[in-house]
């Protein structure tokens, strides 16, 4: 933060809570999957609205996007490496 970062979930929840950076890691990682099972009954829903369909979908696809660029760390600093291996196996290497 004194680089002028945001904070991160594990800080925010250190800081409301007075949690160790342990508590807080336990606890992000548990709201992980629990979202994934919110978003995914939500979509599975009968949903009337077109509108609220879109959203939902929409929602799901940027979960997915910021799941896959973070879940092996940083995604652009810390490892871009897999990032690139990744992207190229997608757009660039033949099936």
Partial sequence: MARGDNPKAVQCYMNETG???DQAIMYVK????NTW???NKERLGVMTSQIAKELTHCAANLT????????E??????CPEVTKA???SLLVNPI
């Fill in 37 to 39: 099972k919110k978003l």
């Fill in 64 to 71: 997915r996007m910021a799941h896959f660029m973070y879940h």
């Fill in 86 to 88: 990744h992207i190229l």
């Fill in 30 to 33: 548990t709201l992980n999957p």
């Fill in 19 to 21: 949690a160790t950076e």
């Fill in 73 to 78: 760390g940083d995604g652009h600093g810390s």
